[in-house]
Protein backbone atom coordinates (compact mmCIF):
# COMPACT_ATOMS: atom_id res chain seq x y z
CA UNK A 1 0.00 0.00 0.00
CA UNK A 2 1.33 3.61 -0.51
CA UNK A 3 2.28 4.95 2.58
CA UNK A 4 1.22 8.56 1.77
CA UNK A 5 -2.30 6.95 2.36
CA UNK A 6 -1.86 6.00 5.86
CA UNK A 7 -0.18 9.17 6.40
CA UNK A 8 -2.74 11.42 4.84
CA UNK A 9 -5.51 9.30 7.01
CA UNK A 10 -3.71 9.77 10.05
CA UNK A 11 -3.21 14.28 9.19
CA UNK A 12 -7.17 14.29 8.92
CA UNK A 13 -7.64 12.48 12.15
CA UNK A 14 -4.75 14.38 13.70
CA UNK A 15 -6.44 17.49 12.58
CA UNK A 16 -10.07 16.40 12.09
CA UNK A 17 -10.42 17.82 8.59
CA UNK A 18 -10.05 17.43 4.98
CA UNK A 19 -8.60 20.98 4.68
CA UNK A 20 -6.23 21.33 7.70
CA UNK A 21 -4.94 18.22 6.81
CA UNK A 22 -4.50 19.43 3.22
CA UNK A 23 -3.06 22.11 4.66
CA UNK A 24 -0.19 20.50 6.64
CA UNK A 25 0.73 17.79 4.27
CA UNK A 26 0.79 20.46 1.31
CA UNK A 27 -1.23 18.77 -1.37
CA UNK A 28 -4.77 19.92 -2.71
CA UNK A 29 -7.89 19.32 -0.82
CA UNK A 30 -8.90 17.25 -4.35
CA UNK A 31 -5.70 14.93 -3.53
CA UNK A 32 -6.52 14.41 0.50
CA UNK A 33 -10.02 13.37 -0.70
CA UNK A 34 -8.43 11.10 -3.59
CA UNK A 35 -6.05 9.61 -1.32
CA UNK A 36 -9.03 8.34 0.94
CA UNK A 37 -11.33 7.33 -1.52
CA UNK A 38 -8.11 5.30 -2.64
CA UNK A 39 -7.62 3.61 0.59
CA UNK A 40 -11.05 2.89 1.53
CA UNK A 41 -11.73 1.03 -1.47
CA UNK A 42 -8.10 -1.01 -1.17
CA UNK A 43 -9.70 -1.71 2.35
CA UNK A 44 -13.23 -2.16 1.39
CA UNK A 45 -14.62 0.07 4.21
CA UNK A 46 -15.57 3.76 5.08
CA UNK A 47 -12.87 5.10 7.07
CA UNK A 48 -14.49 9.16 8.18
CA UNK A 49 -17.84 10.52 7.89
CA UNK A 50 -18.10 14.20 6.73
CA UNK A 51 -20.02 16.99 8.15
CA UNK A 52 -20.15 20.67 8.76
CA UNK A 53 -17.63 20.63 11.44
CA UNK A 54 -15.24 18.19 9.86
CA UNK A 55 -14.55 14.42 9.54
CA UNK A 56 -14.64 12.19 12.25
CA UNK A 57 -13.68 8.37 12.33
CA UNK A 58 -16.05 5.90 11.90
CA UNK A 59 -15.82 2.45 14.10
CA UNK A 60 -13.53 0.97 11.00
CA UNK A 61 -11.68 3.94 11.31
CA UNK A 62 -10.76 4.07 14.89
CA UNK A 63 -9.75 0.49 14.24
CA UNK A 64 -7.15 1.10 11.24
CA UNK A 65 -5.37 3.66 13.32
CA UNK A 66 -3.35 1.63 15.55
CA UNK A 67 -2.62 0.10 11.72
CA UNK A 68 -1.74 3.28 10.06
CA UNK A 69 0.50 3.90 12.71
CA UNK A 70 2.12 0.80 12.92
CA UNK A 71 3.13 1.60 9.03
CA UNK A 72 4.16 5.06 8.64
CA UNK A 73 6.24 4.51 11.76
CA UNK A 74 7.77 1.24 9.97
CA UNK A 75 8.46 2.79 6.92
CA UNK A 76 10.29 5.98 8.60
CA UNK A 77 12.49 3.65 10.65
CA UNK A 78 13.45 1.74 7.84
CA UNK A 79 14.29 4.86 5.48
CA UNK A 80 16.33 5.84 8.48
CA UNK A 81 18.02 2.38 8.53
CA UNK A 82 19.26 2.37 5.05
CA UNK A 83 20.83 6.19 5.24
CA UNK A 84 22.87 5.76 7.91
CA UNK A 85 25.65 8.65 8.43
CA UNK A 86 29.08 8.24 6.73
CA UNK A 87 31.18 5.75 9.25
CA UNK A 88 28.14 4.12 11.15
CA UNK A 89 26.94 0.83 10.42
CA UNK A 90 24.23 0.14 12.88
CA UNK A 91 21.05 2.20 14.56
CA UNK A 92 19.30 2.18 17.92
CA UNK A 93 16.48 4.59 18.82
CA UNK A 94 16.14 4.98 22.84
CA UNK A 95 13.30 6.85 24.31
CA UNK A 96 13.36 8.40 28.35
CA UNK A 97 10.56 10.10 30.30
CA UNK A 98 11.31 13.67 30.74
CA UNK A 99 12.80 13.01 34.33
CA UNK A 100 15.47 10.92 33.11
CA UNK A 101 17.05 12.44 30.51
CA UNK A 102 19.07 14.05 32.39
CA UNK A 103 21.74 12.62 33.74
CA UNK A 104 20.42 9.04 33.19
CA UNK A 105 19.94 9.28 29.07
CA UNK A 106 22.85 11.91 28.97
CA UNK A 107 25.50 9.58 30.54
CA UNK A 108 23.97 6.61 28.49
CA UNK A 109 24.82 8.51 25.32
CA UNK A 110 27.98 9.76 26.57
CA UNK A 111 28.98 5.80 27.23
CA UNK A 112 27.69 4.71 24.16
CA UNK A 113 30.01 7.17 22.16
CA UNK A 114 32.95 6.22 23.96
CA UNK A 115 31.87 2.18 23.70
CA UNK A 116 30.38 1.91 20.47
CA UNK A 117 30.94 4.64 18.26
CA UNK A 118 29.77 3.08 14.78
CA UNK A 119 25.96 2.45 16.24
CA UNK A 120 24.10 5.99 15.42
CA UNK A 121 21.62 7.21 17.70
CA UNK A 122 17.99 8.14 18.13
CA UNK A 123 16.58 9.71 21.76
CA UNK A 124 13.23 10.70 22.15
CA UNK A 125 11.98 12.38 25.28
CA UNK A 126 8.35 12.05 26.53
CA UNK A 127 5.86 10.69 28.45
CA UNK A 128 5.46 7.37 29.54
CA UNK A 129 2.22 6.16 28.03
CA UNK A 130 3.65 7.44 24.21
CA UNK A 131 6.94 5.88 24.69
CA UNK A 132 5.61 2.52 25.63
CA UNK A 133 3.27 2.28 23.06
CA UNK A 134 6.38 3.27 20.28
CA UNK A 135 8.57 0.80 21.54
CA UNK A 136 5.66 -1.95 21.34
CA UNK A 137 5.42 -0.67 17.45
CA UNK A 138 8.99 -0.90 17.27
CA UNK A 139 9.68 2.59 16.24
CA UNK A 140 11.87 2.73 19.53
CA UNK A 141 13.95 0.07 20.61
CA UNK A 142 13.88 0.45 23.97
CA UNK A 143 12.74 3.38 26.60
CA UNK A 144 13.13 4.04 30.42
CA UNK A 145 10.26 5.00 32.30
CA UNK A 146 8.98 5.09 36.07
CA UNK A 147 5.99 3.13 36.22
CA UNK A 148 6.50 0.83 32.97
CA UNK A 149 3.07 -1.18 32.21
CA UNK A 150 3.14 -4.97 30.86
CA UNK A 151 2.61 -5.63 27.32
CA UNK A 152 2.64 -9.17 25.78
CA UNK A 153 5.83 -9.84 24.04
CA UNK A 154 8.18 -6.88 25.70
CA UNK A 155 10.68 -7.43 28.47
CA UNK A 156 10.52 -5.48 31.40
CA UNK A 157 13.67 -5.33 33.60
CA UNK A 158 14.23 -3.24 36.97
CA UNK A 159 17.27 -0.81 36.38
CA UNK A 160 16.98 1.15 39.73
CA UNK A 161 15.48 0.85 42.74
CA UNK A 162 15.89 4.54 44.72
CA UNK A 163 14.00 6.65 46.60
CA UNK A 164 12.88 9.93 46.99
CA UNK A 165 13.80 11.47 50.68
CA UNK A 166 12.48 15.43 51.87
CA UNK A 167 15.84 16.96 52.55
CA UNK A 168 16.71 20.31 53.58
CA UNK A 169 19.66 22.74 53.64
CA UNK A 170 21.06 22.75 56.87
CA UNK A 171 21.98 26.65 56.49
CA UNK A 172 18.48 27.76 55.27
CA UNK A 173 15.69 25.55 55.42
CA UNK A 174 13.64 27.88 53.16
CA UNK A 175 11.30 27.87 50.81
CA UNK A 176 10.25 24.60 49.99
CA UNK A 177 11.06 23.15 46.85
CA UNK A 178 8.18 21.15 44.70
CA UNK A 179 10.35 18.78 42.19
CA UNK A 180 8.38 17.13 39.96
CA UNK A 181 9.27 13.85 39.73
CA UNK A 182 6.50 12.47 37.42
CA UNK A 183 2.65 11.39 37.63
CA UNK A 184 3.44 8.78 39.79
CA UNK A 185 5.57 10.97 42.28
CA UNK A 186 3.01 13.16 42.26
CA UNK A 187 -0.04 10.72 42.79
CA UNK A 188 1.77 9.43 45.63
CA UNK A 189 2.72 12.88 47.18
CA UNK A 190 -0.93 14.50 46.70
CA UNK A 191 -1.92 11.19 48.98
CA UNK A 192 0.51 11.45 51.07
CA UNK A 193 0.58 14.94 51.77
CA UNK A 194 -3.07 15.75 51.86
CA UNK A 195 -3.23 19.66 52.40
CA UNK A 196 -2.11 22.00 49.04
CA UNK A 197 0.82 22.22 47.02
CA UNK A 198 2.10 25.58 48.03
CA UNK A 199 5.44 26.07 46.42
CA UNK A 200 7.49 29.25 45.25
CA UNK A 201 9.52 27.73 43.45
CA UNK A 202 8.41 24.37 41.37
CA UNK A 203 10.91 22.47 39.04
CA UNK A 204 11.15 19.43 36.63
CA UNK A 205 14.25 18.69 36.83
CA UNK A 206 15.83 17.51 40.10
CA UNK A 207 19.71 18.04 39.55
CA UNK A 208 18.46 21.98 39.21
CA UNK A 209 16.31 22.37 42.30
CA UNK A 210 19.46 20.44 44.13
CA UNK A 211 22.07 22.80 43.00
CA UNK A 212 19.50 25.95 44.17
CA UNK A 213 19.32 24.62 47.28
CA UNK A 214 22.66 24.30 48.07
CA UNK A 215 23.29 27.89 46.83
CA UNK A 216 20.28 29.77 48.06
CA UNK A 217 18.77 27.14 50.60
CA UNK A 218 15.41 25.37 50.86
CA UNK A 219 13.81 21.85 51.28
CA UNK A 220 12.70 19.30 48.87
CA UNK A 221 11.82 15.67 47.60
CA UNK A 222 15.69 14.18 45.90
CA UNK A 223 17.05 11.30 44.92
CA UNK A 224 18.67 9.57 47.70
CA UNK A 225 21.63 8.60 45.74
CA UNK A 226 21.99 12.19 43.97
CA UNK A 227 22.49 13.77 48.20
CA UNK A 228 23.85 10.67 49.96
CA UNK A 229 26.92 12.15 50.19
CA UNK A 230 25.83 15.73 50.82
CA UNK A 231 24.36 14.30 53.96
CA UNK A 232 27.09 12.99 54.77
CA UNK A 233 29.13 15.99 54.55
CA UNK A 234 26.24 17.83 56.74
CA UNK A 235 25.57 20.28 53.87
CA UNK A 236 21.45 18.90 54.20
CA UNK A 237 19.71 16.94 56.48
CA UNK A 238 16.56 14.50 56.16
CA UNK A 239 13.14 16.54 57.52
CA UNK A 240 12.77 13.99 60.75
CA UNK A 241 9.64 11.81 60.10
CA UNK A 242 8.54 13.06 56.52
CA UNK A 243 7.40 10.00 54.01
CA UNK A 244 9.52 8.79 51.34
CA UNK A 245 8.93 7.81 48.13
CA UNK A 246 9.81 4.92 45.60
CA UNK A 247 11.57 5.97 42.41
CA UNK A 248 12.41 2.84 40.57
CA UNK A 249 13.43 3.22 37.12
CA UNK A 250 12.89 0.36 34.23
CA UNK A 251 14.04 -0.71 31.16
CA UNK A 252 11.61 -1.72 28.83
CA UNK A 253 12.35 -3.36 25.20
CA UNK A 254 11.39 -6.12 22.90
CA UNK A 255 11.50 -10.10 24.00
CA UNK A 256 14.29 -10.91 21.21
CA UNK A 257 16.98 -8.11 21.46
CA UNK A 258 19.36 -7.82 19.06
CA UNK A 259 23.11 -7.87 20.17
CA UNK A 260 23.48 -3.96 19.10
CA UNK A 261 20.70 -3.43 21.59
CA UNK A 262 22.44 -6.11 24.00
CA UNK A 263 25.11 -3.45 23.79
CA UNK A 264 23.09 -0.54 24.62
CA UNK A 265 21.35 -2.10 27.53
CA UNK A 266 24.65 -2.85 29.02
CA UNK A 267 25.72 0.54 29.09
CA UNK A 268 22.56 1.44 31.25
CA UNK A 269 23.03 -1.38 33.25
CA UNK A 270 27.07 -0.36 33.39
CA UNK A 271 25.95 2.90 34.26
CA UNK A 272 23.29 2.42 37.05
CA UNK A 273 25.15 -0.22 38.39
CA UNK A 274 28.17 2.61 39.25
CA UNK A 275 27.13 4.83 42.85
CA UNK A 276 28.62 7.39 41.16
CA UNK A 277 26.58 7.53 38.34
CA UNK A 278 24.45 10.55 38.93
CA UNK A 279 26.48 12.92 40.95
Known amino acids: MDIELARTFLEIMHSGSFVQAADRLHVTQTTVTARVRTLEQVLDCQLFVRGRTGARLTPDGERFVSY ?43 WMRAHHPAIALRTEVSNANHLLKQVEEDALDAVLVHRPGYYAGLNVELLIEEKLVFVRSSKQPEPFLFVDWGASFVDQFDTAMPQPRHAALTFNLGP ?22 LLESGEVEKVPDSPEFTYSVFLVYGSAPSSTLEAALSGFRTLTGDTDWAR
Open 208 to 229: LALQYLLQVGGSGYFRSRAVER
Open 68 to 110: ATALVNTWSRAKAELSLPLGHTLRLSIGAETSLWNPLLLQWLL
